[in-house]
Each structure stands twice: as structure tokens, then as C-alpha cells.
T-cell receptor, first 114, second 111 residues
């Protein structure tokens, strides 16, 4: 069965500091991986996705993620966070076909302090 | 493109009443997903449709919940009768290929 683990429920970082959010997955086939962001009161928005090729993928808002097959990880990073990055972040895994469901992690809430 | 449209955005109702949530997916998208989000249980997939056909409804909590997709541009999620434990934010998402586009959600409060 597929699963996604986000071990950090809540992370607090200072504005301008670097950020890394962890995501580990379990999937029986080649995983297709996603990171979504949810701002308060909003729906989820796709930050980036990995299907194949270069294991370092770039997304919107200056985010990037690295796929590491040996560690079953897909961690999200940003070199310098902005106050507007405060949100909930979800990692998800799926088969990559649009008509199949994704499995989401439980999310990591990011707080930014001045 | 207006994105995924959900209505109402907020719904407050009393226990025992029928609630209908509505979703208009992005034009041309052929899959639609209904999710529920709560603090306790996080984001849960309730049901999803491909080409208007329900594929997996294993996440529907019980018979009080039902979902329909009569055509490619409209879907409903109905709760009858509603209970306080149904209070949550309900999201609809549509997809054509790999990216799920989420609507803004409906915040349901059952008193």
C-alpha cells in the first residue's frame, strides 16, 4: 500500500532563513511525487512535481525538491523564506496518471517569525 | 479560466438537515475528486470520478453521504441527515493529466 510520511507537524523558521520540509514515501512502483501548499482559508496549490529525469525539480515561489530513490524521500527546500510562505505544506504520491487518486501526507505547518 | 468553483463557500446547518455541496470542475478536465479536511483526520479522499463515473467511493464515511456527477461540468456531495461530526472543509479537485486543481472549499458547520 502506498503511504506518505511527513515527520514534522510544525516547523518555525525566521524570515530569510533556509527551509527544508521532509517527506518520505512508500510506493510499489515508480512514484510520481508532488508538493502542495495550502494558505489559510484556501485550497491546495501545486508547488512542484516529479515524474522522471532530473531528480532536482524546481517549482513556483522559489521552491525546489530533490527526489532520492535510495532514501524514499522527496524533501522540499527553499534557500530563503518570506513571511508569505507561512502555510501548510502537503507531500503526495501517486501513479502519475491524472485519473488516479493521490495519497497525501498529514502536512507540515510552517510558521515564519520576523 | 475560473478554476474549480465550489458553492456555497460556507454552510451552517442544524443536525438532521440535508446539506448539498456543489462543484464545477475546470472545463475539459475528466476526473473529479471530493476531499474532506479536519484537524483530527487531515485530508481524506471521499470519492472520485473518471469521465463522470464513480471509480472509488471507499472513503465515503457512511450511507448518509452520497455523490453524483450527472455531467462533466457539475458534481454534488450530499449529506443526509447531517451530524455535528460532519463539520469540516470539503474540497473538490479536478484533473486532466497529473496535476489536481483544488477549489477553495466549502466550510461546513453542523450545529
Amino acid at each position: 500500500a502506498q503511504s506518505v510520511t511527513q515527520p514534522d507537524i510544525h516547523i518555525t523558521v525566521s524570515e530569510g532563513a533556509s527551509l527544508e520540509l521532509r517527506c518520505n514515501y512508500s510506493y510499489g512502483a515508480t512514484p510520481y511525487l508532488f508538493w502542495y501548499v495550502q494558505s489559510p482559508g484556501q485550497g491546495l496549490q501545486l508547488l512542484l512535481k516529479y515524474f522522471s529525469g532530473d531528480t532536482l525539480v524546481q517549482g513556483i515561489k522559489g521552491f525546489e525538491a530533490e527526489f532520492k530513490r535510495s532514501q524514499s524521500s522527496f524533501n522540499l527546500r527553499k534557500p530563503s523564506v518570506h513571511w508569505s510562505d507561512a502555510a501548510e505544506y502537503f507531500c503526495a504520491v501517486g501513479p502519475g496518471r491524472g485519473n488516479e487518486k493521490l495519497t497525501f501526507g498529514t502536512g507540515t505547518r510552517l510558521t515564519i517569525i520576523p | 479560466d475560473a478554476g474549480v468553483i465550489q458553492s456555497p463557500r460556507h454552510e451552517v446547518t442544524e443536525m438532521g438537515q440535508e446539506v448539498t455541496l456543489r462543484c464545477k470542475p475546470i472545463s475539459g478536465h475528466n476526473s473529479l475528486f471530493w476531499y474532506r479536511q479536519t484537524m483530527m483526520r487531515g485530508l481524506e479522499l471521499l470519492i472520485y470520478f473518471n469521465n463522470n463515473v464513480p471509480i472509488d467511493d471507499s472513503g465515503m464515511p457512511e450511507d448518509r453521504f452520497s455523490a453524483k456527477m450527472p455531467n462533466a461540468s457539475f458534481s454534488t456531495l450530499k449529506i443526509q441527515p447531517s451530524e455535528p461530526r460532519d463539520s469540516a472543509v470539503y474540497f473538490c479537485a479536478s484533473t486532466l493529466y497529473n496535476e489536481q486543481f483544488f477549489g477553495p472549499g466549502t466550510r461546513l458547520t453542523v450545529l
